[in-house]
């Protein structure tokens, strides 16, 4: 069975850092491109970005509201996703998911998400 | 960045009512469109993807059609499970993008 299990949430103030974590098991994770996925409260779902797999050279791609303050990464070796948010601001207040990317494309099994809440 | 919108915000229909949601692109995105379903409270479950494929376990009564700029999701014969949010998103080009949601209300 796939597991993706984020954690890492918390409040912060606005112009602080918080690195989230995505833990996968019951998959290859080398093998999958994995997505971040924000869903603010009460609102809809809003793309954050993909880390592809070391086939890809690990690239990664972001979303333009969090690129330059966010940063995706992986750890292959510990089924590891990491996001890590610089100069939060409050609209990056949301429900945080990670998912794994099936065919390049397709998101296919998604983590119960973890709640980052930015305000002084 | 290629928009994508759906069409209604809302729908309010019975057991057993056919309903058809729409999502248009900005630009035209081949077949590359994928169909969430999301309860309150829950997370995303993938419907459809590339358009029209049925992701496995999802009962028949989903089906997605179009390619280009248009696409439907319609749901055959609305079940008490069915009522919930639905989203649609282009996988074509970066960034990826998804519609605003439409949510299935009871009537």
């Known amino acids: 069975e796939v597991q993706l299990v984020e954690s890492g949430g918390g409040l912060v103030q606005p112009g602080g850092s918080l690195r989230l974590s995505c833990v996968a098991s019951g998959l290859t994770f080398s093998d999958h491109y994995m997505d971040w996925v924000r869903q603010a409260p009460g609102k809809g779902l809003e793309w954050v970005g993909r880390?592809?797999?070391?086939?890809?050279?690990?690239?990664?791609e972001y979303a333009a509201s969090v690129k330059g303050r966010f940063t995706i990464s992986r750890d292959d070796s510990k089924n590891s996703l990491y996001l890590q948010m610089n100069s939060l601001k409050t609209e990056d207040t949301a429900v945080y998911y990670c998912?794994?990317?099936?065919?390049?494309?397709?998101?296919?099994?998604w983590g119960q998400g973890t709640l980052v809440t930015v305000s002084s | 960045d290629i928009q994508m919108t759906q069409s209604p915000y809302s729908v309010s229909a019975s057991v057993g009512d056919r309903v058809t949601i729409t999502c248009r692109a900005s630009?035209?995105?081949?077949?590359?469109l994928v169909w969430f379903q999301q309860k309150p409270g829950k997370v995303p479950k993938l419907l459809i993807y590339?358009?029209?494929r049925l992701q496995s376990g999802v009962p028949s009564r989903f089906s997605g059609s179009g390619s280009g700029t248009d696409f439907t999701l319609t749901i055959s014969s609305l079940q008490p499970e069915d009522f919930a949010t639905y989203y649609c998103?282009?996988?074509?080009?970066?960034?990826?993008?998804f519609g605003g949601g439409t949510k299935v209300e009871i009537k």
């Open positions: 630009q035209g995105i081949s077949s590359s």
């Open positions: 590339a358009a029209s």
């Open positions: 998912a794994r990317v099936l065919s390049g494309q397709w998101l296919d099994y």
């Open positions: 880390a592809r797999n070391k086939a890809k050279s690990y690239t990664t």
């Open positions: 998103q282009q996988t074509s080009t970066y960034p990826v993008t």
